[in-house]
Structure formats: structure tokens, C-alpha cells
């Protein structure tokens, strides 16, 4: 098995920042890509950034420029570095890994951390 634990998400102002982590842990040979989706209250979950065990990244239109994905490959973690926010920021922020054990890789996903963008 493997669990991906989330963590950094919180309360803050438009224009503040956060930093998101999430870590893999447990049956893992490894790891192809990871990444970050969101889910805002009656709103569908949709991709925010995603990053390849080579570095290449992906990110939606809307957040480019100010979020930045990155992962520490040995730590088997994927951070999300969250700058300029905006209040339609505002959601529940989930990670994924996508794990190979033996063929065909597994999507594992973290609990979610909330992200809150307020005055």
C-alpha cells in the first residue's frame, strides 16, 4: 500500500502565500508523475499542476505565473508553492502520485488540505 500525506494548506489573505507538501510513503518502486488537483464547494475537481519524475511540468492557465510545482525525487514528496493568491483560489487541494509497482501504474491520492483565500 501507499499513502500520500498532505500538509501546508490554511487561511490567508489575496496576495498572500502558502506552501503546500505531500508525501508518498510505503510500497513504492516508483513514482511517475505527481501532482496537485483542487475542488471548490458545488464545483468539480480540476487539475491545478502536475510534474514528471523528470521535472517537466504542467500547470492550468489559470494558475500560471503564480503557483509553482516542484518535487524532491529521494523524498518522494511534491510541493506546491502558492504565490499572488486570489480568493477564487479557494478550495480543497488534493495530491497525487502515480505509482508503478509491476505494469501499469496506480493513481494514489492524498486526504486533502483546505486552502482558504479571505479578507
Known amino acids: 500500500q501507499v499513502q500520500l500525506v498532505a500538509s501546508g494548506g490554511g487561511l490567508v489573505q489575496p496576495g498572500g502565500s502558502l506552501r503546500l507538501s505531500c508525501a508518498a510513503s510505503g510500497s513504492i518502486f516508483s513514482i511517475n508523475a505527481m501532482g496537485w488537483y483542487r475542488q471548490a464547494p458545488g464545483a468539480q475537481r480540476e487539475l491545478v499542476a502536475a510534474?514528471?519524475?523528470?521535472?517537466?511540468?504542467n500547470y492550468a492557465d489559470s494558475v500560471k505565473g503564480r503557483l509553482t510545482i516542484s518535487r524532491d525525487n529521494a523524498k518522494n514528496t511534491v510541493y506546491l508553492q502558492m504565490n499572488s493568491l486570489r480568493p477564487e483560489d479557494t478550495a480543497v487541494y488534493y495530491c497525487?502520485?502515480?505509482?508503478?509497482?509491476?505494469?501499469?501504474?496506480?493513481?494514489?491520492w492524498g486526504q486533502g488540505t483546505q486552502v482558504t483565500v479571505c479578507s
Open positions: 497525487h502520485a502515480d505509482v508503478s509497482h509491476i505494469g501499469t501504474p496506480i493513481r494514489y
Open positions: 510534474i514528471t519524475s523528470g521535472g517537466r511540468t
